[in-house]
Structures are given as C-alpha cells and as structure tokens.
C-alpha cells in the first residue's frame, strides 16, 4: 500500500503517528484491568486513534478470539493502519490464552550448554510461530527478543526473560529466534538497549544505575544488539537505565548520546527505536508527562511508547519543533521509518479491511494457534531443560521422617501439596483444573496454597509434603517476596524430616539455591516454565507417570 507523502499531514498528525498507546483486549470497559498503566475507557481510545491519529496500540492480556476482535476494532478506527505490539517473549500464550506458550527463554540457554545447535533450531522455531500466531490474532509489533546478558542472577527485572548469561549465547538465540520470525509479515525488537541484563533494581519502579567502563560494554552489553541489527532486527527498545559511561546525565532512554550517537550511529542501525514504557517509574517519577516524551525525540527515539498522557505527549513534542528545540526534519525521519515499517507489514488498507500475509486476523486464523507441531516444539523445550536430583521416581506412600524412610499404607498416609506462589488471586497459570492441582489430588494429596502474606504455616507431625514453588522474576512484581517465605518453609520441612519432594517452577537461581539444602534421597525437579504443560511435565518426573 502507499502511504500519503508526509507533507500532507499536519505537525500533529505526524508526532501522533510516533505515539503507541496502551489499551485492554476485552472489548467492554467494566473489563478493564489496568488503568493505572494507561487502559482507558472506550471513548477516550477512539479519540486517541481516531482523532489524534495515534499510530499504534500495545497490549498486555486476555484470550485470543477476544483480542482478534478488538484488533479488527481498533483497526476500523484507524485513518492508517495502526502498529499492534505485545511483549510475547514467551509466545502469543504467555500473554492471550488459546496460544503456544513456551518456556522462558533462558530455558534454551540451558539446552545449548549440552547441545547448542538444537537450543539454536529451538530458537528459530520459536520465533517463527510466534510470528505466525502472532498475526493470527492481528498483533504485528513483536516486542522480542529479549537481548540482554542476564549475568546478574539477583536481576529483578530481566532474569529468565534473557537467552543467557553470555553475550556468544545470547547472539546466536537472539538471531536464530529473528531469522525464525523474518518469514512472517511482523516487526521484531531487540531490547532493552544498551543493556539491562546486569542490574539489581527493576526500572518499573525506579533508575538502575550500571557502573560499566566503555570496556565493559563492548565486550558484554552491545555484542548481541550487533548481531540482532546484522540479523535484521526490525526495531531497538532503549532501557531505562543510567549509564555513566556514556551519559553521566541522561537516562539511555533520554540520552542523545546513546540513542543516536551509539546505537543510529556507531552501531549502524536503521530500524526504529523505540522507548521502553515512559509510564514506567524510572522515566515517570523523575520528568513530566510533557517533559519526557519531547527529550526521548530528541535523544533519537521514534516510537513513544506508552507516555503518561499521549495528548500532553503529541502537543510537547509539537511544541518543540515549534519552538525550534526539535527540527520538523527530525520528526519526519522518524515517520518515514514508521511508514517504512507499516508498508513492511500491510498490503492493503482502505480504512476498514485490512489483510497481511501469509495469516490475517479473520477467525479462520485462530484456528491456527497452538497446532499439535507448535506444542511439541514448546513441550520439547520443556523437557530438554528439565532439571532432576535425588531418587526419582516418588512413591505418594513414602515419605522421610527424622531423616528415615517410612513407608505406611495409602489410607494411613495424610499428605500435603503446598503450592508457594507470588500471588494467589492474579495468575494465568493456576486453577483448580491444572495439573499441579489435580495430580497430587488424585494420589491423595490435600491442597494448600500459599504466598508471601499467609501466616505462619502449621503442619501436623504425621503430615509428609510435596513443596511447588512457582517463583521467578517479571516486571512489575517488586522483587520475589515469596522467597524467604518458601525457604523458611523448606527448611521447617526439612528439619521435621517432612519433605517429601520438591517442585520448583521458574527461576535457575532459585534452584541453584534451594537445591544444595536437601538430603540426597529427597527428589527435586526444576522446570523453566510454570503453565500447565510444564507442571505436567515436571510433576510426570516427579512420581513417574
């Protein structure tokens, strides 16, 4: 399709087109779930696309039928077809029910330590029906991969998210997962520039300082963002971050010097750049709802993602080229990327139809989500980076006492799942049909949930335990406060010889952890995922079924 010559579209209508906004999937406003990370009602986001002329929407959840109608929706409003992003670092399942969800990332640097040409034919795989899943349900904007070097393992923030712990690894995953995913009409990011992967503090709350030398940087950092542009990544997201190296002023995400100096110029990139959320606490808590968006233009970026208010957001920046601080030049050079981008994804677009190839967001492509091919390849992963110890399988009749095994009859035996976890009520991966449930239940187990506000955990002396831990990083959870309170637990439950078996579902580090506490008989499993193919999975190793 062609798109109208820029000069035919006013300063605002421009600057409106650099703006993604946040929206919900569901498609009633009693719906909506997150309005203080920028869902709005219906009324107010059809003003936002159809009269500011926003060029593109970001969302978090829901299920997928929901979310192709809403896309259909949205894109009806639209004068241009809109930009549609997800953070589906996982696949479209991690966040719309109805998708393959795969396990984490960091899932293949695990099976690339023993096997690295398979993690890498993993990677690709990935990526490839991801993008396919992806325009199934009308997302065309792909916030992944994740291309930090996750070397810290306290990293509350990025963690499991990244492919690995070394740059070399990180760049052949990263690149494999953006060759899997170029067969298919959908942008690709790269992120979260110049690097987030050693860090301590999780920039949705506040600003992570990274204390590197150039050295440093160019040996860890940027590596797997030069192998993601040499892939064709299709667009960069900067971090929020402080990084006095290169900037010992600007946050990366504000900072000319890294935006443009270092990643347009000296690492050549030509894609889009875009910001990581401007609602977040890093940007938001320290510049204004104006302020922010016009100095992320002026450091380089093209896409304002998610600015505190987008109406405050396009007259800022509108006001900036008027006022000389930003050149009309520059805001044309970033709506000519956006165009390029969008010519990329649409081949026709007449204000209410709109079709992309190979898959378009008709309900015959739902059909298409998690095929049997595309849930092997997600199961695969899971069990090729599945971690066991001690004496598998478990027999439900059998538990330690004092350090002994005890064996009494099935009736006798009172057992307890304890299922630890961040939040009870707000998961996407727990219910009373999933299988971390429903197999204890049947081999007699007695469920218990807990997380990190339950009181005191009393278990009566003749209870044996099965312990499932379902802790790992995300953005937003404000550090993994369940863990002190799973390992006071585990060690209760070691002291009273009453662990019967462990289940961690997550994070390596966890395991790394907690792993070293236990007798050598105790059997322990440890899987990268946490949906119900993996608790399946892992709980299958656990007793042998």
């Known amino acids: 399709m062609q798109f109208p010559d820029l000069d035919k579209l006013t300063l605002a209508q421009q600057v409106a087109q650099m703006v993604v906004v946040r929206a919900s999937s569901h498609l009633f406003d009693h719906q909506i779930q997150y309005p203080e990370f920028g869902e709005c009602d219906q009324a107010t986001l059809k003003h936002w696309i159809s009269d500011l002329g926003v060029g593109g929407v970001i969302f978090w959840g829901g299920n997928a039928g929901e979310l192709s109608l809403r896309i259909q929706q949205l894109q009806a409003w639209a004068t241009y077809p809109l930009l549609i992003a997800a953070d589906i670092e996982e696949g479209v399942g991690q966040r719309f029910t109805g998708g393959t969800w795969f396990a984490p990332p960091m899932a293949l640097n695990a099976i690339a330590q023993t096997d690295l040409p398979k993690a890498i034919e993993y990677a690709r795989k990935m990526g490839a029906i991801t993008a396919q899943e992806a325009l199934a349900v009308g997302i065309n904007w792909i916030l992944a991969p994740v291309v930090d070097v996750n070397n810290n393992p306290a990293n509350p923030v990025i963690n499991i998210r990244s492919f690995g712990e070394t740059p070399e690894i990180v760049s052949q995953l990263a690149t494999a997962y953006i060759q899997g995913a170029a067969a298919y009409r959908v942008l690709t990011c790269a992120k979260h520039f110049p690097g987030h992967g050693d860090t301590g503090v999780d920039s949705h709350w506040a600003l992570p300082v990274i204390p590197h030398d150039r050295a440093r940087l160019e040996s860890i950092e940027f590596p797997p963002f030069r192998s993601a542009i040499k892939a064709g990544v299709d667009s960069v997201m900067s971090a929020h971050l402080l990084i006095p190296a290169l900037d010992p002023e600007m946050p990366a995400t504000l900072s000319p010097r890294i935006l443009t100096e270092e990643l347009r110029h000296n690492l050549g990139f030509e894609g889009l750049i875009s910001t990581d959320a401007l609602v977040m606490g890093a940007i938001a808590d320290r510049y204004g709802a104006d302020d922010a968006p016009v100095m992320a233009v002026s450091a380089g970026s093209d896409i304002i993602l998610m600015p505190v208010d987008p109406a405050i957001a396009i007259q800022a920046v509108c006001h900036a080229v008027e006022s000389g601080l930003i050149s009309a030049e520059r805001i044309k050079a970033s709506v000519g990327r956006i165009w390029?981008?969008?010519?990329?994804?649409?081949?026709?677009?007449?204000?209410?139809?709109?079709?992309?190839?190979?898959?378009?967001?008709?309900?015959?492509?739902?059909?298409?989500?998690?095929?049997?091919?595309?849930?092997?390849?997600?199961?695969?992963?899971?069990?090729?980076?599945?971690?066991?110890?001690?004496?598998?399988?478990?027999?439900?009749a059998a538990f330690l006492f004092g350090g002994s095994p005890r064996i009494k009859k099935r009736q006798d035996t009172a057992g307890k799942n304890i299922i630890a976890l961040e939040e009870i009520l707000d998961t996407t991966f727990l219910s009373r049909s999933t299988p971390a449930?429903?197999?204890?239940?049947?081999?007699?187990?007695?469920?218990?949930?807990?997380?990190?506000?339950?009181?005191?955990?009393?278990?009566?002396?003749?209870?044996?335990?099965?312990?499932?831990?379902?802790?790992?990083?995300?953005?937003?959870?404000?550090?993994?406060?369940?863990?002190?309170?799973?390992?006071?637990?585990?060690?209760?439950?070691?002291?009273?010889?009453?662990?019967?078996?462990?289940?961690?579902?997550?994070?390596?580090?966890?395991?790394?952890?907690?792993?070293?506490?236990?007798?050598?008989?105790?059997?322990?499993?440890?899987?990268?995922?946490?949906?119900?193919?993996?608790?399946?999975?892992?709980?299958?190793?656990?007793?042998?079924?």
């Not at 009453?498 to 395991?511: A, T």
Request: with cysteine.
């Open 340 to 396: 390029r981008s969008k010519q990329k994804l649409f081949q026709e677009w007449d204000g209410v139809r709109l079709t992309q190839s190979p898959v378009n967001s008709q309900p015959a492509a739902l059909m298409t989500l998690a095929q049997p091919a595309s849930r092997a390849v997600a199961a695969g992963m899971l069990q090729d980076s599945i971690v066991t110890q001690g004496t598998l399988p478990l027999k439900p």
């Open 437 to 545: 449930i429903t197999i204890p239940t049947k081999l007699g187990y007695q469920l218990q949930l807990i997380n990190r506000h339950s009181p005191t955990i009393t278990i009566a002396p003749e209870e044996s335990v099965i312990l499932q831990l379902f802790i790992r990083t995300s953005p937003f959870s404000g550090g993994l406060g369940i863990t002190s309170v799973a390992k006071k637990l585990l060690e209760q439950l070691l002291a009273n010889g009453q662990l019967q078996g462990l289940v961690i579902y997550g994070s390596p580090y966890l395991m790394a952890d907690f792993a070293p506490l236990l007798p050598p008989e105790v059997p322990c499993v440890f899987c990268y995922g946490q949906m119900a193919a993996a608790q399946s999975i892992a709980l299958g190793k656990l007793f042998g079924n």
